[in-house]
């Protein structure tokens, strides 16, 4: 998909990340912009690849409603609609935040992330249902962190 414009949006409000993960300023961002202290155009970042950018979450205040209920929120999901191809946003698990929950339900579609050995089967169908009964759309799933007992290069002779 090198040709195709993404975005990649940190909403995660407990443990932001996307600032590490590729090393760029945290200062101001996503909530930024939801509470109209500064635009979108102001806060994209750019990423080691041409058709990527980046958007971290930036100030969180605890004190003031949820970005996500705000309508600034759908006005921004309406431009990067347009703007985009596609847009990723990274959230919270959706057990463990009404944020999560909400941002799912006004998407196009949700991928699951589960982490081996320590997600359990048991939430996992607790979300799916949840999410469902909300009605959103569930895409996919990856098991992440898995490690491997049987070294990769036994595994090419079975």
């Not at 155009?41 to 979450?57: C, I, K």
């Not at 057990?95 to 048991?122: C, F, N, P, W």
């Not at 469902?132 to 962190?145: E, K, P, T, Y």
């Amino acid at each position: 998909m090198p040709h195709r414009r993404i975005l990649l949006i940190d909403a995660n409000m407990s443990r932001p990340s996307l600032h590490k993960s590729f090393a760029i300023d945290s200062g101001t961002g996503f909530v930024d912009i939801l509470y109209g202290k500064t635009t979108i155009t102001g806060e994209l970042q750019n990423s080691p690849f041409a058709n990527l950018h980046l958007l971290p979450l930036g100030y969180k205040c605890e004190s003031l409603p949820s970005p996500f209920t705000l309508e600034s929120f759908q006005d921004f999901l309406g431009y990067v609609t347009e703007q985009y191809d596609l847009t990723i946003i990274d959230t919270e698990p959706v057990l463990q935040s009404s944020h999560a929950q909400y941002i799912a339900s006004r998407t196009d579609g949700v991928v699951v992330i589960a982490e081996a050995g320590k997600s359990r089967l048991d939430d996992l169908i607790e979300m799916k249902t949840q999410l469902q009964n909300d009605g959103v759309h569930l895409i996919g799933s990856f098991l992440n962190r898995q490690r491997r007992i049987i070294p990769r290069w036994v595994t090419r002779f079975i």
